[in-house]
C-alpha cells in the first residue's frame, strides 16, 4: 500500500512546465487532433490510449516524420500480438538521426562527445558522422550487404559503433552488437543465431586502467560464424588487422553523402536479445519505423531532449539503453558515448564525466546511485553539475534512499528520473515526465501511448496494490518477432500466453491511486546485475563445463537497501569438495567466459537441483523462497520432482533473516 499523500520530493516550478515540449505539444494537439487542452499531462495520457491512431499520427507531424512513402493508415492491426503499425509507408531510421546536419548552423557542432577513461571528451561533428555515415554505408554496399542482411559489432561504446549502426541502417540492413566483454561462448549463442555477414570488431579493450586484449576471441568469432563474408578491424589497442581483415580507416575515408534504403515502416532494424533464461537468448527484432517513433516520443516528450542538450548514460553496447542513448541523436542532441569503467579512477568517475561534457541529462543505473552513497561520494561537492537539469536512472528499482541521496547530495531542485521498460520493446513503460512531481521512490507516471496497468491472476486491474506489470494495447517498438520463430510460437508464449491479447511483462508494479509507478523487479528469473541482463542458462552452461559441478543454480535478488544478491548454488559431482580453489575457478570462468559483472556474490553447495517434472530447473519457486516467501506459497508441490530438496533452500533463506 502506498502513503496517502507524501510529500512530493521535487515539483517542476511554472516556469518548467511551460517549456517543457510536452506541454508545447499537449496545447498543439488539442488544436490539430483534439487532444484535451486542460488537466495536464493525466488528461493527455488519456487520450493517447484511448485515442491510440490519433495520438501516433500526432507525434509523426509534432516530430516532422518524413516518410518517403505515405502510409494508408496508423494502425492496419490492433491485435496482440501482430499489430500493424503505419501500413504502406516507407522510412529510414539513419535519414532522420542524421537530419541536423543538413542544418548549416548546427554542421559543425558536436554530434557526439566521446570520453575514455581520462575523462577528455573528444568531438565528433555532425557533418563529420554523416561524412563517416556516407562513406561506410557505400562500401557495405561495396560488398554485397543488401536490404535484411544482418551485420553485427563486437564493439564497445565507442563512436565507431554509432557509425557502423547508422552506416547499416542506411542500407537497411539488421544491426546487432555485443559488448567486448563478453565471451566467446556469450556472442555465439546470439550472433550465430542471426548469421551476420559483417562483423566489426575491436582488438581489445581498456577498463579499469587495464588492456584487454580480445583477439583470440575474434579469431574464434571468425571460425564459429561461417555467414561472415567480411570483417572490420577497429585499431582501439593500435594492432595490425589480421590477414583478410579489412582496416576501418579505408572504410570511413571517402567523402560521400550517406544513400538511405527506403525501408517499410515494419522492416527491422536491430536485433537485441534476452537474458537467455530457459535457453538460447531469444533474438528480438524492432522495426526502423516503430522504434523511431518510439524514441522520438520517449526522448523528446519524456526526456525533453532537444538540439540544446547533451545526453549521457553510462551504457555497454550489450545493453538496450545504448541502442537508446544512440537515438538521441533523433532530437538533435549531443550524445555522449564512455568506453571504460563506470567507478575509474574512483566511484564518482561518472559525474566527472557528465561535468567533463557539460550533460543536461545524465543516465545511469540504480546500483551506481547506490554505490555512491555507500562509498561516501559528493558529487555537487567535488564537480560543477550545474548543467545536468536530469539524473535518470534504471536497471532496477531506484531505493527510496536513492531518491534522497540524490536530492541531498546533486541538487534539491534536481529533476530525478527513475525509468522501468525493457530490451523488448527497447523503450520506457513509466518514468520521466518533465511536468509532473517525483515522490520517493516511485516513478512519476505510465509513458504516453502505453495502457500501463498492474494485473492480479485474474486479470483483474489493482490500484495501490501489487500485480503483474502489462500492457493492454499495441507500442510501436514492439517485437515485429523473434529470429527463427516462424510461427511466432515464442514470441507468443514470452508476452501472451498469460493474458490472451495483452502484454505481460515479468515486472511486479504498483499502480498508485496518484497515477505514480513503484517497480518492485522481476517476477521471472532474469538475471539484472548493474543494469545487464543475462540468462541463468548462461551461467549454467559455463559452470557446468567443469568436471566438479554436477548441476548448478543460479538467482538474482533485488535487495531492500538497492543491492543485488546473486548466489549460485552447486550440486557436486561424486569425491568433489568446494573448496578455495574450485570457487576459484568457477568465478574465473564465469568472469572469462561470460562477463564480470555476473560473478556470483556467494557459491553454495546445495543437496541437489529442484526441477519441475519435466525436468526444468525450478528458479522462481527457489527466488520466492530466498525472498521469505513461505515454502507453502512459493511453490505448487505437485510440480516438483523432489519437494524435500527445497527445504534446504528454505533453510538458507531463514538463516539470512
Sequence with gaps: MTTANPSPLWQPDPQQIADAQVTRFQAWASQRYGAPAEGGYEALHHWSVTELETFWKAVTDWFDVRFTHPYARVLGSRAMPGASWFPGAT????????????????????????????????????????????????ELRGLGVRPGDRVSGYLPNIPEAVVALLATAAVGAVWTSCAPDFGARSVLDRFQQVEPVVLFTVDGYRYGGKEHDRRDTVAELRSELPSLRAVVHIPLLGTDAPQGVLEWSALTSADVPPVYEE????????????????????????????????????????????PDDRFFWYTST??????????????????????GSPGHPGTGAQWS???????????????YVMACRKAGVHPSRDHDLSHVKCVATTGSPLPPDGFRWLHDEVRADLWIASVSGGTDVCSCFAGAVPTLPVYIGELQAPALGTDLRAW???????????????????????????????????????????????WRHGDWITVTSRGSVVIHGRSDSTLNRQGVRMGSADIYEAVERLPEIRESLVIGLEQPDGGYWMPLFVHLAPGATLDDDLRARIRRTIREHLSPRHVPDEIIEAPGVPHTLTGKRIEVPVKRLLQGTPLEKAVNPGSVDNLELLRFYEQIARGRT
Aim: contains cysteine; aromatic residues 10%; glycine residues 8%.
Design 318 to 339: 550489450g545493453w538496450m539503453m545504448w541502442n537508446f542513448l544512440v537515438s538521441g541523436l533523433l532530437t538533435g542532441t549531443t550524445i555522449v558515448t564512455y568506453d
Design 91 to 138: 522510412v529510414n531510421y539513419a535519414a532522420h538521426a542524421l537530419r541536423t546536419a543538413d542544418d548549416p548552423a548546427r554542421a559543425d557542432t558536436p554530434a557526439i562527445l566521446h570520453v575514455d577513461e581520462t575523462h577528455e571528451p573528444r568531438p565528433v561533428t555532425w557533418s563529420e558522422l554523416r561524412r563517416q555515415v556516407g562513406s561506410l554505408a557505400a
Design 456 to 502: 492480479d491472476p485474474q486479470g483483474k486491474p489493482l490500484i495501490d496494490e501489487v500485480g503483474e506489470l502489462v500492457v493492454t494495447n499495441p507500442m510501436p517498438s514492439m517485437p515485429i518477432h523473434f529470429w527463427n520463430d516462424p510461427d511466432k510460437s515464442r514470441y507468443h508464449d514470452s508476452y501472451f500466453d498469460t493474458y490472451p491479447g495483452v
Design 263 to 306: 525501408v517499410p515502416f515494419d522492416h527491422p532494424l536491430w536485433v537485441l536479445y534476452s537474458s537467455g533464461t530457459t535457453g538460447l537468448p531469444k533474438a528480438i527484432v524492432q522495426s526502423q519505423g516503430g522504434i523511431l517513433v518510439e524514441h522520438l516520443k520517449q526522448l523528446g516528450l519524456h526526456c525533453d531532449l532537444g
Design 353 to 367: 564525466i557528465a561535468e567533463r561534457t557539460g550533460a543536461t541529462l545524465f543516465g545511469t543505473s540504480a546500483a
